[in-house]
């Protein structure tokens, strides 16, 4: 896990209360500068997509595909939208929320993360629906 030296603390303490040291490393870094760790197989980006447009989203997860072999699963957790951005509706909502609080805030569509995933070296797998407007977008490292 890498988070922002304000976050990684509190995430590992909720590892450690979770009991999963053993399995999840906190590091303290930012995913948008200096060096993604490699030797991973799996990577997570949670509710991160929507602070970015969509050219720093791709160069966030060319970023992470440089970090990662061939073969290696992304999670993308986010509010992702149908491709007319209007569905599901609170996720549509929360545009607004991160457009008034966000430089470059936005929802986007499972199509973007498509075309994006696939222009980083990235294969869409799927799009998994999870609980409230958060959905679940996974890619493999080709």
């Known amino acids: ?20 040291t053993a399995r999840v490393d906190v590091l303290t870094g ?20 929507h602070y970015w447009s969509p050219e720093q989203n791709q160069a966030l997860l060319a970023r992470v ?5 061939t073969g290696a699963r992304l999670l993308i957790a986010d509010f992702w939208t149908d ?16 457009a008034v609080h966000l430089r470059h805030g ?12 696939s222009a980083t070296g990235w294969r869409f797998v799927e799009h998994r629906p999870l ?7 996974v890619a493999e490292a080709v």
């Open 106 to 117: 936005d929802v986007y569509s499972v199509d973007e993360a498509r075309d994006w995933l």
């Open 65 to 69: 595909r440089s970090a990662v072999e």
């Open 1 to 20: 896990m890498l988070e922002l030296p304000t976050v990684a603390d509190l995430a590992r303490r909720r590892v450690a209360a979770a009991g999963l």
């Open 30 to 49: 930012d995913a948008m500068a200096g060096s993604i760790p490699s030797g991973y197989d799996a990577c997570l980006l949670a509710n991160l997509v």
């Open 131 to 137: 609980t409230c407007p958060v959905s679940l977008v």
């Open 83 to 98: 491709p007319t951005h209007t569905e599901p509706v609170m996720a549509a909502l929360m545009a607004g929320e991160f």
